[in-house]
């Protein structure tokens, strides 16, 4: 089986990323390539604005053109800034074409919420409702038959991977949670700006955006829903001075009285992720580091018990299971392809 | 006013970094440089170690000599492994030298605490006993009257200098501390183990010694001497991908029903710390970055109230301000010469 | 088709490399893995060694058992050190394996050099007569039916590669060739010195081995076969704070009278590489980068004619195109598939 | 001694690193701040720009105002682009001041060549002709009386040095030079421009302006006033992915029947150079490294003989013997104090 797969906005860092996946799929042919289609833009050769495509893919990018994604796609991805996914995604529904989208737009549920975060009210309130939210791990049934997938954030991936399987025992206090996430330069992109310089970024390290950062909601959302009541997590990111990867270090205090049903966490991470492809739980008092996800799709885990407080580490590459990887890995599930194929 | 110093432990890198800082410094006469005496260490001219300091300082190090120490030093720093200080204070002491000990061996008020996290009993209680520990913005005035100056380790300093403040008027539920701490690698000293080589570190970020790092106990004594009671934080340091620096992420609880005295917790520190030449307050909302600090004997410390919870981000460099740096700043202290005299 | 392959050296970093790319290869089965044989090393699963193996390759590594691969490998690849290969070469093909040596063993056709260079006596002269230098772009012909492959190191795969096309058609005054190399660190492989160490690498940058490094002898014999007369090349390494890629910086002087039959040496070097799939040449004016080739086998090339002097600049991944991709692509010839099976 | 000084161009990258110096200069007072002076630009406090000098350093940074420096500085640098120096010096001189020019505009004599490399005419021949250039080790004579000083450029700096020695005494093909010069991105000072930012440079290495620097003729002019003939060098700048240094490589041949009077090169630069404080040359055999030097205004020098070829590495700082400290060096000497005032 091959799917004829067009993106939206690769000429940026998230589409750079998900070509160089695509082109090593055994399922996927690359179609069509479009930009942003901001005004300005004019075509280019894909390898001309990355050379590292020469002599692999030489298509040209250009403008979004509806005839020739109507007959050429079947699936597109928009590899987009956030504000600017929701223009494309109706237009693309209504040709029948399943969207994959990489952005924030249609993740939080509550348009109001996502306002506050993303200073835009949002244009496309029909979609946003039937969109499915594509971590696999929790949500694969609904996955398989989705139209529109909003595929997760880095920070929410490693957050919710790393906490759901005490929330699903109902053994946290859900008061108490601490997220304290680390994550390397990519996660921004590829933005012009004073402080993604080489001479800012070279041997710093420091928080931003502390407890105020726009994937607070897309957790909160996720895990209030696992535990069925209404999560506030403290969540703050710091920038490490790596290209990519993700760590999330999480706090969180027991709730009161509550009991382990197996023998210890890393049990319950086991038994909880057994038939996870992409998930690996570290022995118990190991914890895992971004070496070892850098350029994959797994997620790997490390939790220990200190009675009171229990700490979770997870590792991600933000590229790939926080971003482009997991979009395949979702096209995957939507296509009744093996979950792992293009990604081992 | 010249005081004439020895190194002991010269050849390792507190020794370097010490060297460094005193040959800049208007009031110091490095008058001999000493190994640790361990046997195979022949004699070796400094400079042949650190070809960066040819035509600086050339002199020779070999084992530790007290006859020519009783005659050419006033003050003998200990820039020695842990468990190895304790073997040499005693006796420099019985000269009449001061000494300013850089390692742990005389940090922890309680010998069965030592032994637990350093897997040796200690040699020297007696002088533990009267060892002054050299934090010079909580402890200035015994300072200046110190023969044996226990100089604090990189993390606590950083915690610790983070904490104050707010313990200080009881504003601490102080089961809730959590100390995320990031350091660079200089940390590890140049330890020639397969972890830190290049290939291990650049690119990656891991935790270690997840919530059993040897410096919890220094961190906890001092803090329940500050709060008046017990504490026992969670502390979990990480290893960054730089050189130098650490950033310590801290969070807690309000103690229920605390009360600030003044309009904010930024005020606080700010008047907390007022009259301290290296403690740098960030405004509101302005957390510190490792940049800042580097090379520096500074501590920067942003700190912001979010209802229930505190956050307080501390940066220093882990060689200087959390090592090196305050040694010197604590000998400026028992000299009575200006505290920032060749720091600054 | 699957070919079977065993790996001997499979823990090293060359071993790590070459699984992670024979775990892409549709026509390839790992079947057996190996460590160097040496007293002390008990057997291991690869996973423990490399935690990124995890769920994708959990076989055993034990000593080399030669049952075992005459029964299990059709193909063996050497991952081992310079001065080893040669004691497991010759017992693999009387078993009539095929086998691909990463080492510099069979590399340098005159056993004296090998010995001035590598410090020791070749074992197996025999065998080194009749091994192929397996650089694909210059003696593909013969590699199609090599039993023992000599699979280039990763300095002379750039110099040679940079040089062919000028030395084919005697542009060149082959007393004046100079070869300024700069190589990520990981050419050393993770040798435990202390000049390896992070806190050593980070921030520096130094020549090594001036113009006495032993793959000075390797460049010499390729280049002189190529120009049919003694070349020996000025060649000085140096080592890049980065983990992968090589780039050469090739000057040379054209020779008295000579003339280029084609507009320009960028066109000599397309006509000359223009069947190639790896080789990437960059319009005139424009020179290669290190991030264009890391973990791809490509070899980017620049060069520009500036009168009496050349410039020659090439970019590869010194683990890949310089060592274990190499390799692969060697493989895929011996086997008839398509060159590029695996790598792209 | 004190003398008071005005920085104009403080708030760039050079400014920033002659603050640094200078506030540890014992015979230095900083009186006054200035920017460009470009269009638009505020009045601004240092220490809000680089939040490093808070505590440290609180002067405000305005607009040039003539007749505050007239009164308050004796000396003033310029720390500014190049084409905007040329601008401020010929005021400042008229004002009796002296000036040390950090920027490019006063070093190249012939105002053609100026042009052709900075693409501007020069606006100031009047005062271009009596500028002196300030490398202490070949013009201290010279410096010691200059009103407007020309402080020279990095690259310049590091292969000027490196080759005086030879050339002094007539050992050199001048035909066979070739500068292989690599350098850390702070030579860029801090352009925000995509080339410059983390996620390009970290990981990477390349060539750039290929034998088309414009620091390629300041070398020339100085080298060929050496050799008494023209010299004209190729010259290959890189940029390594590390903040600060330069390592030049510098490869010549010897002229033809050229002979040393001293037993070896090594004897012939420790002879050159042997009344420098700030020149190192390293035994035989041994090279420089850039961590050496890095934060000094060293330049360390490497050189052997390899008969028909001669090759020389030197390293510097490119921010402190390639800009800012090399102009407190010159300072030093125009106001008679001890050469390494400050600088040690």
Known sequence: MIINVGIIGATGHTGEVLI????????VK????????KSGQGACVISDVFPKFKKRLDLVCIKPDWAQIKKDCDLVFLALPHTISMKFAPKLLSLGKRVVDLSADYRIKNPTIYEEFYKI??????????????????????????KLLANPGCYP????????????????????????AKSGVSGAGKKLEKEYLFSEIQGDFRAYKVNVHQHSPEINQTLSKLAGKKISVV????????????LA?????????????VGSVVELY????????????????????????VKTNFCDIGVKDFGKTIIVICAIDNLLKGASAQAVQNMNIMYKLPETAGLL
């Open 249 to 261: 270090t999480i706090y969180l205090k027991k709730a009161p009285g509550a009991k382990l049903k």
């Open 121 to 146: 009210s949002h244009q496309d309130k029909a979609n946003l409702k039937e969109a499915i939210y594509g971590l696999p791990e929790l949500n694969r049934a609904k996955i398989k038959t989705a």
């Open 20 to 27: 160089e996946l695509l082109l090593g799929h055994p399922n």
């Open 157 to 180: 991936t490693s957050a919710i991977l790393g906490l759901a399987p005490l929330l699903a025992v109902n053994l946290v206090d859900t008061d108490s949670i601490i997220i304290d």
């Open 235 to 246: 969540f703050v990111p710091h920038l490490l001075p790596i290209e990519r990867g993700i």
């Open 30 to 37: 690359i179609t069509r390539l479009y930009n942003s289609g």
């Open 270 to 293: 086991k038994k909880f992720y057994k038939n996870e492809p992409f998930i690996r739980i570290k022995p118990d008092g190991i914890f895992p580091r971004i070496k070892d996800v």
